[in-house]
T-cell receptor, first 116, second 115 residues
Framework: AQKVTQAQTEISVVEKEDVTLDCVYE???????LFWYKQPPSGELVFLIR??????QNEISGRYSWNFQKSTSSFNFTITASQVVDSAVYFC?????????????FGSGTRLSIRP | EAGVTQFPSHSVIEKGQTVTLRCDPI?????LYWYRRVMGKEIKFLLH????????ESGMPNNRFLAERTGGTYSTLKVQPAELEDSGVYFC?????????????FGNGTRLTVT
């Protein structure tokens, strides 16, 4: 089965707290890509990061960091020192296979609310 | 570079009516996808065009949905006749063919409400 699970439906934290959004995926393919997208209140889907299955290095971009663990099929996303502007729905996604034409499979999203 | 553009941004129609959604992909992107998110659920794949050809339409819910991409440029998604369960946000996305790690670039979506 090809599937993405985001078990956290909603998370609410106070500004400046760190928060981790969980993502677990399932795929039979040995080659695949993982993505995170952000959907702010304005509605558009904003690409955040892409990671391929052969690169397990964690990545940090400013206050954002991603932890890819093939052993647990997880690709978790951490926001450090959260800000109100981080409030959005965040989607984890999987593209199985190595073709750029493969469809992307999304999780159900985690709604993150940052309280001032 | 202009992004993926979708029209209209919102549409409210009555059950039984017809609605046509339009998507203009990024220029030069041969891959075009339609996705739908029903309230609170995951973003579900509907179909995928490569240029004007349907590569994968396994996600189309039923024959009330018709997607076209004449000339391999913009695409339309028609719902006829619309039902209440068709309400949701319809996203269009595009990407380049042949780029293995090309992310999808999404439009702002069309929010469809069927009453």
């Amino acid at each position: 089965a090809q599937k993405v699970t985001q078990a956290q439906t909603e998370i609410s934290v106070v500004e400046k707290e760190d928060v981790t959004l969980d993502c677990v995926y399932e795929t039979r393919d040995t080659t695949y890509y993982l993505f995170w997208y952000k959907q702010p209140p304005s509605g558009e889907l904003v690409f955040l990061i892409r990671r391929n299955s052969f690169d397990e290095q964690n990545e940090i971009s400013g206050r954002y960091s991603w932890n890819f663990q093939k052993s647990t099929s997880s690709f978790n996303f951490t926001i450090t020192a959260s800000q109100v502007v981080d409030s959005a729905v965040y989607f984890c996604a999987l593209r199985p296979g190595y073709s750029s034409a493969s469809k992307i499979i999304f999780g159900s999203g985690t709604r993150l609310s940052i309280r001032p | 570079e202009a992004g993926v553009t979708q029209f209209p941004s919102h549409s409210v129609i009555e059950k039984g009516q017809t609605v046509t959604l339009r998507c203009d992909p990024i220029s030069g992107h041969d891959n075009l996808y339609w996705y739908r998110r029903v309230m609170g659920k995951e973003i579900k794949f509907l179909l995928h065009f490569v240029k004007e050809s349907k590569q994968d339409e396994s996600g189309m819910p039923n024959n009330r949905f018709l997607a076209e991409r004449t000339g391999g440029t913009y695409s339309t998604l028609k719902v006829q006749p619309a039902e209440l369960e068709d309400s949701g946000v319809y996203f269009c996305a595009s990407s380049q063919v042949g780029s293995l790690n090309s992310p999808l670039h999404f439009g702002n979506g069309t929010r469809l409400t069927v009453t």
